[in-house]
C-alpha cells in the first residue's frame, strides 16, 4: 500500500518569497498520477497539478509540479496573497486507488 | 462546464444509513472518459478517498470503509449516489462529489461539499 508523506506539515513564508513543497511517496509512483491541489477555508479542494507537471486549466505559471520516482515537489514561484492556503499531494494506482498526502499548510509569515 | 452538486440530510443518527446524492451538470455522466467519485474530510483534517464508480456500475471503494458502502449511478437522472450503513461519530465529516480522470486519476471539478453530523 502506498503512502503519501508531505513536508513540511506547515510553512511560513512572506508574499513574494519562493514556496517549496515535497511530496514522498513509499513506493514509485503509478504510471506518473500524481496529482496536486489547493485548498482554502470552507471551500472544496481545487486541482492545480496532474500528471506530476501538468498545470490544469487556468492555473498561473507561478504553480511548478516536479519530481519523479517517490519524490516530487510542488513550487510557487514567486507567492501571492492568495496562495496562502492547504497544499494536498494525491496518487492513483492499483491498491488502493486513491491515496492523499496529509497537508502541507502555507501561512504567511 | 460541468458542475457537481450534492444533496442529502445534514444530520444521521448513529447506527442508521448515510445517503447522499451528487447530481452533475453541464456534462453526461456516461462519459466514458471518467469516473465518479466520494470523497471525505473530518474536521480539521485531510482528505479521505471513499470510492468512485464508473457509469458502468463498476465500483471500486476504500479498503477501510468497504463493507459499509455502496455507490451506484443513475443514468436517467444524471446522478450518483453514497450509501454509508452504520454510522458512527467517526463518520461525521464534508463530503465532497468529484468527477475523477480515468486516465490521470486526478479529482475535477468537485462539489462545493455537504456536512454531514452523526448524532443522536
Known amino acids: 500500500e502506498i503512502v503519501l508523506t508531505q513536508s513540511p506539515g506547515t510553512l511560513s513564508l512572506s508574499p513574494g518569497e519562493r514556496a517549496t513543497l515535497s511530496c514522498g511517496t513509499s513506493q514509485s509512483v503509478y504510471r506518473n498520477f500524481l496529482a496536486w491541489y489547493q485548498q482554502k477555508p470552507g471551500l472544496a479542494p481545487r486541482l492545480l497539478i496532474y500528471?506530476?507537471?501538468t498545470r490544469a486549466t487556468g492555473i498561473p505559471d507561478r504553480f511548478i509540479g516536479s519530481g519523479s520516482g517517490t519524490d516530487f515537489t510542488l513550487t510557487i514561484s514567486r507567492l501571492e496573497p492568495e496562495d496562502f492556503a492547504v497544499y494536498y499531494c494525491q496518487h492513483y494506482g492499483t491498491s488502493p486507488r486513491v491515496t492523499f498526502g496529509q497537508g502541507t499548510r502555507l501561512e504567511i509569515k | 462546464q460541468v458542475q457537481l452538486q450534492e444533496s442529502g440530510p445534514g444530520l444521521v443518527k448513529p447506527s442508521q444509513t448515510l445517503s447522499l446524492t451528487c447530481t452533475v451538470s453541464?456534462?453526461?455522466?456516461?462519459?466514458?472518459?471518467?469516473?465518479w467519485s466520494w470523497i471525505r474530510q473530518h474536521p480539521g483534517k485531510g482528505l479521505e478517498w471513499i470510492g468512485y464508480?464508473?457509469?458502468?456500475?463498476?465500483?471500486f471503494y476504500n479498503p477501510s470503509l468497504q463493507s459499509r458502502l455502496t455507490i451506484s449511478v443513475d443514468m436517467s437522472k444524471n446522478q450518483f449516489s453514497l450509501n454509508l450503513s452504520s454510522v458512527t461519530a467517526a463518520d461525521t465529516a464534508v463530503y465532497y462529489c468529484?468527477?475523477?480522470?480515468?486516465?490521470?486519476?486526478?479529482?475535477?471539478?468537485w462539489g462545493q461539499g455537504t456536512l454531514v453530523t452523526v448524532s443522536s
Open positions: 500528471g506530476v507537471s
Open positions: 464508480i464508473y457509469y458502468s456500475g463498476s465500483t
Open positions: 468529484a468527477r475523477i480522470a480515468l486516465v490521470g486519476g486526478y479529482f475535477g471539478p
Open positions: 453541464g456534462g453526461s455522466i456516461s462519459s466514458g472518459t471518467y469516473y
